[in-house]
């Protein structure tokens, strides 16, 4: 489980690519300082298994249907990616619930600067668009947000100084893809009340 309070900002290093699959090495000489082989680190959103690690870098392997969902499909050597390693249970919870599986994809569509932050605005996939509410939670790109408005085929965030300089979204530009993991919470509604219904149609 993660946060969505990203600890570095690290790059991918390599891209292998196999036939269903791709094998990713990405610097982050934070997150490796205890990565062992089986640890959990986000690489933007994306809850990775690290299978080899060293003072500075790790390699991870991701499955087809992985780089199917996520903007990982596309990643090459140099792109900046937001980095995260699984929460401890000593750790404080600044985020919210994020378990690094990415429902779907967006774009950026806007950004609007004010004096010190600034609004971005991404498309909405249809599917995702019932678990989506203002002043709710959302993960972009590995990043814990609150969603600022919200309509049928988009949603905004307000980005502050801190995540404009820390992470990936300070460098994304309009057209740019992004990953979406929406709050797992309002799915588990979802389903607790799809089963009330249908235990009340028997």
């Known amino acids: 489980m993660f946060t969505g309070i990203v600890e570095e900002l690290g790059r991918v290093a390599a891209v292998e690519h196999g036939a269903e699959s791709a094998r990713l090495t990405l610097h982050g000489p934070l997150v490796t300082e205890d990565a062992v082989h089986g640890a959990s680190i986000a690489v933007n959103g ?3 298994t690290v299978v080899e690690a060293d003072a500075e870098e790790f390699t991870v392997d991701v499955m087809l249907e992985t780089l199917d969902r996520s903007s990982l499909g596309s990643a090459r050597p ?3 990616v937001n980095l995260e390693r699984a929460m401890r249970a000593d750790g404080r919870f600044g985020g919210h619930v994020v378990q690094g599986h990415v429902d779907g994809t967006a774009t950026i569509v806007e950004r609007v600067p004010g004096e010190r932050w600034e609004v971005v605005r991404f498309t909405l996939p249809e599917s995702l668009t019932r678990y989506v509410v203002e002043k709710g939670s959302i993960t972009v790109d590995g990043v814990s947000l609150t969603v600022a408005s ?3 085929k ?5 980005l502050i100084p801190t995540t404009l ?3 990936t979204l300070g ?10 993991e929406v709050d797992v919470l309002a799915k588990y509604v979802e389903r607790l009340l799809d089963s009330r219904e249908a235990g009340s149609d028997r």
């Open 46 to 48: 994306v809850c990775l």
């Open 78 to 80: 140099g792109d900046p």
């Open 150 to 152: 919200v309509d049928e």
């Open 154 to 158: 988009t949603f905004t965030v307000s």
């Open 165 to 167: 300089e820390l992470t």
């Open 171 to 180: 460098h994304k530009r309009v057209g740019d893809t992004v990953n979406l």
